[in-house]
């Protein structure tokens, strides 16, 4: 069984365009997490939510929009796509919102943006 | 604020031969160090991690790392590498308290030899 599960996997849009992606996991984990990993591999966080709660926004444009519908679920939306926007894009989950607890990631979301 | 730093950008061995990746961080506290491996297009995949005690940690596919605080160093080991070992290799630090958070390095890329 998949633990972190990402939909779609690929994602190829104009700039432009709004789109989602989808995280589900079913680890039973409260906190989840998505994270950016640009053209040169470098991962850099950008959301977490910790029992559906909003806890870290790392200085993300607010195009981008995070919804947790519940600790199961957390997904992202992106307004106004831009050139810059194309990238990896991971979610991960663990139990608990402290640093001593690993993350499991999801296999990532590549978008593209035309 | 928290920094890692992997020195190797590309790292080439032998099939067999023994492999280090360095990898120096910084935090103020005690640091909850991570090691993560990310083969072409999967996510990441926790190899081993370090919270406390011994400081010489044993993770999956026989890999090890030390953590040497003097140093500020957390290197991962393996004494004879595996075809199927190439792959990105990631080290993180992870923050305490309730809005923690993975910090990564930048990826040491190993390539393996047959």
């Known amino acids: 069984d998949t633990a972190v599960s990402q939909t779609p996997k690929y994602l190829v849009t104009q700039m432009g365009n709004d789109k989602s992606i989808k995280c589900e996991q079913n680890l039973g984990h409260d906190t989840m997490y998505w994270y950016k990993q640009d053209s040169k591999k470098f991962l850099k966080i950008m959301f977490s939510?910790?029992?559906?709660?909003?806890?870290i926004n790392e200085t993300v444009p607010n195009r981008f929009s995070p919804k947790s519908p519940d600790k199961a679920h957390l997904n992202l939306h992106i307004n106004s796509l831009e050139l810059g926007d194309s990238a990896v894009y991971f979610c991960?989950?663990?139990?608990?919102?402290?640093?001593?607890?690993?993350?499991?990631f999801g296999d990532g979301t590549r978008l593209s943006i035309l | 604020a928290q920094s890692v730093t992997q020195p190797d950008i590309h790292i080439t061995v032998s099939e067999g031969a023994s492999l280090e990746l360095r990898c120096n961080y910084s935090?103020?506290?005690?640091?909850?160090l991570f090691w993560y491996v990310q083969s072409p297009g999967q996510g990441l995949q926790l190899l081993l991690k370090?919270?406390?005690?011994?400081?010489l940690v044993q993770g999956i596919k026989g890999f090890e790392a030390e953590f040497k605080r003097s140093q500020s160093s957390f290197n991962l080991r393996k004494p004879s590498v595996h075809w199927s070992d190439a792959a990105e290799y990631f080290c993180a630090v992870g923050s305490g308290g309730t809005a923690s958070k993975l910090t990564f390095g930048t990826g040491t890329r190993l390539q393996v030899t047959l």
């Open positions: 991960a989950s663990s139990q608990g919102g402290v640093g001593n607890q690993p993350q499991h």
């Open positions: 935090y103020g506290a005690t640091p909850y």
């Open positions: 939510y910790n029992n559906k709660e909003l806890i």
């Open positions: 370090y919270f406390s005690g011994d400081t």
